[in-house]
């Protein structure tokens, strides 16, 4: 079983940066694909980025391309979601998903793929 935990997310004025972070509760997960997701007010969760274990491959949604980058940190056992040039609809709570793949290379961009899943952390983008 893999907790997720994130953190980082807080209230930034449009234009601005933020960084979020994804730990788990297991001593690595170096065979877990990664995925963040956001759920704006009123609207359903989407897929935001995702990232393959191996970290070599991305996949970034077009809403946010250009603007947010996924990576991992291997030594530190983090998963990061760099968010810049924030805009007010990116406003939303951000999780943190994660799937155990053989498969070093792949990413997974829809919700059904994941097996584990964070609680959240609020980002907010004033305007």
């Known amino acids: 079983q893999v907790q997720l935990v994130e953190s980082g997310g807080g209230l930034v004025q449009a234009g601005g940066s933020l960084r979020v972070s994804c730990e788990p509760s297991?001593?690595?997960?170096?065979?877990?694909?990664m995925g963040w997701f956001r759920q704006g007010p009123g609207k359903e969760r989407e897929f935001v980025a995702s990232?393959?274990?191996?970290?070599?491959?991305?996949h970034i949604a077009n809403s946010v391309k250009g603007r947010f980058t996924i990576s991992r940190d291997v030594a530190k056992n983090t998963v990061f979601l760099q968010m810049d040039s924030l805009k007010p609809e990116d406003t939303a709570v951000y999780y943190c998903?994660?799937?155990?793949?053989?498969?070093?290379?792949?990413?997974?961009?829809?919700?059904?793929?994941?097996?584990?899943w964070g609680l959240g952390t609020q980002v907010t983008v004033s305007s």
């Open positions: 297991r001593r690595t997960f170096s065979r877990y694909a």
């Open positions: 990232i393959s274990w191996s970290g070599e491959n991305t």
């Open positions: 998903a994660a799937k155990l793949t053989p498969y070093s290379s792949r990413y997974y961009s829809t919700e059904d793929e994941y097996g584990y």
